[in-house]
């Protein structure tokens, strides 16, 4: 879960159940950490499984996206690590295989130009969702992805990263967007993508991304996804970003657990990229 506000504070647990409205609760993934790595997988599992049901807005957005709840990622029932990763790293990641072809996606890049998952055949593209600011948890998911990209090499000049704005309030192009500014990973192939709300809106609920937006302080939260996918087009596998949220709202987490959680993208990448 990511979220922004000009006064941040940490989520109450009554605006944390009302902002994820689905059949499982989701977990504090910051307290799960404090308590230590589980010795299953349930924990994460709950957090995977709570795909959120209704994009919530205030003013003119509510009444532009109301009742456009987004769709269900189509995730297995069960974690099954794929094979790259093992099934260790991928509990730790909340790893989950993911089969068909990925959601359309098209949008305009950082520099005003038209960008189409369609047009990446060839490539392996990860697709991951976060504020045009980095004031969510971007910056660990920045972090991941730049130590993912330097631990595939050369490799990675096949891999596209493209990060989708899901900032409702901040949608039009910025020519030098702050979350490319110091945090993007290393590579000319890392795109920041943005479009008008009725465009970037169904890419949102094809990709189960929710945002809920709080009018008494301005915040904006929703939850964080990653998704892979081949060459082909096709979506392989979809995991969980996670940070322990601080007092202010900044999200962090710790250099060892970027480290391994990068280590597993490296692994997915490289075995897509065979």
């Given at each position: 879960m990511s979220s922004q506000s000009s006064n941040r504070q940490p989520l109450s647990e009554q605006?944390?159940?009302?902002?994820?409205?689905?059949?499982?609760?989701?977990?504090?993934?910051?307290?799960?950490?404090?308590?230590?790595?589980?010795?299953?997988?349930?924990k994460f599992l709950a957090f995977a499984a709570a795909v959120l049901?209704?994009?919530?807005?205030?003013?003119?957005?509510?009444?532009?996206?109301?009742?456009?709840?987004?769709?269900?990622?189509?995730?297995?029932?069960?974690?099954?690590?794929?094979q790259a990763v093992g099934r260790s790293l991928a509990r730790f990641m909340t790893l989950t295989p993911r089969h068909g072809r990925a959601p359309a996606l098209t949008?305009?890049?950082q520099h005003g130009a038209t960008w189409s998952?369609?047009?990446?055949?060839?490539?392996?593209?990860?697709?991951?969702?976060?504020?045009?600011?980095?004031?969510?948890?971007?910056?660990?998911?920045?972090?991941?992805?730049?130590?993912?990209?330097?631990?595939v090499?050369?490799?990675s000049r096949r891999l596209t990263v493209a990060l989708v704005n899901t900032d409702p309030h901040h949608l039009g192009l910025e020519a030098a967007p702050p979350v490319l500014a110091d945090n993007a990973p290393t590579?000319?192939?890392?795109?920041?993508?943005?479009?008008?709300?009725?465009q970037i809106n169904p890419i949102w609920r094809r990709y189960g991304i929710s945002i809920h937006y709080y009018p008494q302080d301005g915040r904006?939260?929703?939850?964080?996804?990653?998704?892979?996918?081949?060459?082909?087009?096709?979506?392989?596998?979809?995991?969980?970003?996670?940070?322990n949220e601080s007092a202010s709202g900044v999200y962090r987490l710790g250099a060892t657990d970027i480290a391994r959680f990068a280590r597993g993208i490296a692994l997915e990448v490289e075995s897509l990229l065979r």
């Amino acid at each position: 879960m990511s979220s922004q506000s000009s006064n941040r504070q940490p989520l109450s647990e009554q605006q944390r159940r009302e902002a994820f409205i689905a059949p499982r609760s989701p977990v504090d993934r910051a307290a799960a950490l404090r308590e230590g790595p589980p010795p299953t997988p349930t924990k994460f599992l709950a957090f995977a499984a709570a795909v959120l049901a209704v994009v919530v807005l205030s003013g003119v957005l509510v009444e532009r996206v109301a009742g456009n709840a987004p769709s269900t990622p189509r995730a297995s029932s069960t974690l099954a690590s794929p094979q790259a990763v093992g099934r260790s790293l991928a509990r730790f990641m909340t790893l989950t295989p993911r089969h068909g072809r990925a959601p359309a996606l098209t949008l305009v890049n950082q520099h005003g130009a038209t960008w189409s998952l369609a047009a990446q055949r060839g490539r392996v593209v990860i697709v991951g969702f976060v504020n045009q600011s980095c004031n969510d948890l971007c910056p660990v998911i920045t972090a991941e992805l730049r130590r993912a990209r330097q631990l595939v090499g050369v490799d990675s000049r096949r891999l596209t990263v493209a990060l989708v704005n899901t900032d409702p309030h901040h949608l039009g192009l910025e020519a030098a967007p702050p979350v490319l500014a110091d945090n993007a990973p290393t590579g000319t192939s890392t795109v920041f993508l943005t479009g008008p709300l009725a465009q970037i809106n169904p890419i949102w609920r094809r990709y189960g991304i929710s945002i809920h937006y709080y009018p008494q302080d301005g915040r904006l939260v929703h939850n964080d996804l990653l998704y892979f996918i081949n060459p082909a087009g096709d979506e392989t596998a979809l995991t969980v970003p996670f940070g322990n949220e601080s007092a202010s709202g900044v999200y962090r987490l710790g250099a060892t657990d970027i480290a391994r959680f990068a280590r597993g993208i490296a692994l997915e990448v490289e075995s897509l990229l065979r």
